[in-house]
């Protein structure tokens, strides 16, 4: 392999070779040793052999039965089989494990270039290395010694650097416990959420169920009721049928008595009139004397008896309400207690 160093000290180049040099398990730059799969991908041995012992669990625990295992390469899918060796029957890359080594000479041999590392804007060739107590901003030698902070203290800018950055990986260590307790509340919350509207179903459907029996109970005693009214009924239209057909058939005879004395009426002679009309008159006065027949009583259609309130039942159905608990009750009783016992705010005295 011809090494190029031109090519290798190119910025864009340099990263373009160290995306190359990732491991897709750890995300790291290879670790030697550094096996190549049969698909040509790479891979650290470690995470190979970590893949594999998570893809065939039991295989540490088979001893001496000649027997692989399998896994599949995380970059192509591709199926690895392996035999009783393991990922330690795979072929190391040597070109890679010598491009890493080149890489990481590379890097610590090269130089610090000016616009990596922040320059002073006051002495554009002077590099920021310290601190600025006074200030509290990062500042370079040249302006302690001759600028704006020769008055001021200075501090090594690695030791506030590294103070600062414990600081700020305390505070994420704050937000990320409070974000914790957050997330806790947001479960108890979304958990009462759930829990109220379970509960809530519940109650309606106890509700629902309740109000159906009562009207099942209502719609009973209305069938009864009714059933009552329909038997007055039925006594009461019988009773006048009955009466009625008593009536007529008094009525029948006494149409029929009355076309009998008209035409005795009619007899002219007197030996034939005397020889019925004795019998007719005697026949007669009988019928009028038994033809007083039953009579209803003043009111007998009316039906005032069947009347029901039911204004008391519309009371109680208005007041209902839900039951209060025990506790709910003497908390209400508490409350109702101190704004008894707590005087009246004194009035504004009126302007003189």
Known sequence: MDYQPGIIRDGSAMENLERQLICPICLEMFTKPVVILPCQHNLCRKCANDIFQAANPYWQSRGSVISGGRFRCPSCRHEVLLDRHGVYGLQRNLLVENIIDIYKQECSSRPMQKGEHPMCKEHEDERINIYCVTCEVPTCSMCKVFGAHKDCEVAPLQSVFQGQKSELNNCISMLVAGNDRIQTIISQLEDSQRSTEENSQAAERELCERFSALEAVLE???????RRIAKEREDKTGFVQALVHKYKEQLEKSSRLVETAI??????????FLMNAKQLIKTIVEASKGGRLEKIEQGFENMDGFSVNLDHIADAVRTLDFERDEEEDEFFEEEEGETEESPPSPLPAAPQ
């Not at 009973?220 to 009714?226: D, G, Q, W």
């Not at 035409?263 to 034939?272: F, H, I, S």
């Open 263 to 272: 035409q005795a009426m009619e007899e002219t002679g007197g030996a034939a």
């Open 220 to 226: 009973e005693k209305k069938s009864e009721l009714l």
